[in-house]
């Protein structure tokens, strides 16, 4: 026997094996429709994964200034953004020398909360249950008690 005939003969019994397991699943669908279908799957194989591709979550900014009873900018203050079912903190950040901040947060519902530094006298604010759907501009006016 040469390598000609022994490749046919194992093309052959590969033919065979498959048409068997196949023959198994589904007895009256032919060789060359299973090819058909197997082929069709993997070129559109990649569309499909164009339909699967996770959507981006959207985020949106907070940002504003906090200020005293004079309009001057307040340094070191504590904004932070509180889910108002738990009561947890889901971000938070400290104003820069202007008294300006800026947090992004997912759309939702939220408290924000404005911490003056410590020994400036002031008192803390509070915007209760703030709905963000879209960039958001909260200036908060602290005074003194």
Not at 31 to 42: A, N, P
Not at 90 to 95: D, E, K, L, N
């Amino acid at each position: 026997m040469t390598w000609h005939n022994n490749y046919v003969i194992f093309l052959s019994r590969i033919k065979k094996a498959k048409n068997l397991s196949m023959r198994f699943l589904f007895p009256r669908i032919s060789y060359r429709f299973y090819r058909k279908i197997l082929l069709t799957l993997l070129l559109l194989f990649p569309f499909f994964l164009l339909l699967v591709v996770p959507a981006k979550a959207v985020t949106y900014a907070i940002s504003g200034k906090v200020t005293d009873n004079i309009s001057v900018g307040i340094e070191s203050a504590t904004v932070s953004v509180k889910d108002p079912a738990t009561n947890t903190t889901v971000t938070s950040t400290t104003t820069d020398f202007f008294g300006n901040y800026s947090v992004t947060v997912s759309s939702g519902t939220y408290n924000i909360e404005v911490i003056p530094p410590t020994g400036s006298n002031l008192t803390p604010a509070i915007a209760s249950s703030y709905l963000i759907s879209t960039d958001t501009i909260i200036n908060f006016f602290l005074v003194s008690p």
